[in-house]
């Protein structure tokens, strides 16, 4: 089955870290470019950060700074390293396989 299935969110403090990961299924993750995006209910799905077939990175402005995207190829991974959280980062945070391939998500969430 060719899939993507995100984990690793979960309710951090304001401050706080997490890690997400995004394991492939069914297709080598290598060949792709790879994207995170994230969405509040009632708000626009958002770009988050994108990597490249050899790592190349590239952050929206509101996680710059903050949050660093990696791949493994050998785990048939992607990865996305969240510091400094704010709540206005509580999302769904999806990853993304460019151009037609979206998993379910993973809800995190910053509060107190």
């Known amino acids: 089955q060719v899939q993507l299935v995100e984990s690793g969110g979960g309710l951090v403090q304001p401050g706080g870290s997490l890690r997400l990961s995004c394991a492939a299924s069914?297709?080598?993750?290598?060949?792709?470019?790879m994207y995170w995006y994230r969405q509040a209910p009632g708000k626009e799905r958002e770009f988050v950060a994108r990597?490249?077939?050899?790592?190349?990175?590239n952050y929206g402005d509101s996680v710059k700074g903050r949050f660093t995207a990696s791949r493994d190829n050998a785990k048939n991974a992607i990865y996305l390293q969240m510091n400094s959280l704010k709540s206005e980062d509580t999302a769904v945070y999806y990853c993304h396989r460019f151009a037609d391939l979206w998993g379910q998500g993973t809800q995190v969430t910053v509060s107190e």
């Open positions: 990597i490249t077939r050899t790592g190349g990175t």
């Open positions: 069914g297709f080598t993750i290598s060949n792709y470019t």
